[in-house]
């Protein structure tokens, strides 16, 4: 009997090894068959691009990288996102989704505000409130232009980061943080250019009627506020100068210029 017992549990070893193993296989071979369903059923057949006017549809899926037959499960988003941004330069922001069996879909928002800035050559460029650089004058922009002065950048390209001139990165930095600050305002359709010659002295203008003096870009949010409700108050007719700088009592004053019969 102790013999017949001994002999007995090697067997059963082997049965439970086996079983296992098969087991095993089962699992290895069910895993396969959802990985070539996949493969065939989830293939990329439509990239859809949303959000997009400066660009095609055609433009911004080419450039995705994304390609019909592409497995839809595996696209690598953070790629496609990578290489939109990398050569489209108008396009601020982008998110990739995917819509089962077949869809990738891009969204995309491009730069609607732009600053005009100069090179240290000479030429004009097109720079967006982050700083990147979206194209030269010849490329041609069709949104909001505001002009920026008091710095140069330095050899400027296309979807790169623009570098101001030696001396010039804090009055850029100035100009870009209130470029950036106005842009979901109303005040885009009234400041026309950007003084920041002064870093501690910015001054924008509303064509020839008003002169908006901001000081720093300290409490740069408050005083863009301030600065809506100021010009809302005033009349079409009114011209002078906005002093925003809040350094009486914290208050904005409003000083009209002479008119010429006034001067005579």
């Not at 009234?190 to 010659?197: C, F, M």
């Not at 203008?205 to 000081?215: A, H, N």
Request: proline letters at 2%; one cysteine or more.
């Amino acid at each position: 009997s102790a013999k017949r017992t001994v002999r007995s549990r090697p067997r059963r070893q082997r049965e439970n090894q086996t079983g296992v193993v098969g087991k095993l296989l089962i699992m290895l071979a069910v895993v396969a068959a959802i990985v070539l369903g996949v493969a065939i059923f989830f293939q990329v057949r439509t990239v859809e691009v949303q959000g997009n006017v400066i660009y095609s549809d055609e433009q911004v899926a080419e450039i995705s990288g994304v390609e019909p037959g592409d497995n839809l499960v595996t696209v690598n988003r953070a790629s496609v996102m990578g290489n939109i941004k990398a050569n489209l330069p108008y396009v601020q922001d982008v998110s990739v989704g995917l819509i089962l069996p077949d869809t990738v879909v891009v969204r995309i928002k491009e730069s609607d505000v732009a600053g005009l800035v100069k090179a240290d050559v000479g030429s004009e460029w097109y720079i967006n409130t982050k700083g990147r650089i979206l194209g030269s004058t010849s490329s041609g922009f069709n949104g909001q232009i505001i002009e920026l002065t008091g710095f140069t950048v330095v050899a400027p390209v296309a979807g790169q980061q623009a570098v101001a001139s030696e001396g010039m990165a804090e009055n850029m930095s100035a100009a870009l943080a209130v470029l950036d600050e106005m842009e979901e305002t109303g005040l885009m359709d009234q400041i026309t250019s950007v003084n920041a010659e002064k870093s501690f002295d910015v001054r924008l203008f509303c064509g020839e009627q008003y002169e908006i003096m901001l000081g720093g870009t300290d409490e740069l949010d408050y005083k863009i506020w301030y600065l809506q409700e100021v010009l809302a108050a005033l009349d079409s007719y009114q011209t002078g100068m906005i002093d925003l700088t809040l350094d009486q009592e914290r208050a904005a004053r409003f000083i009209p210029w002479l008119q010429e019969e006034e001067l005579e």
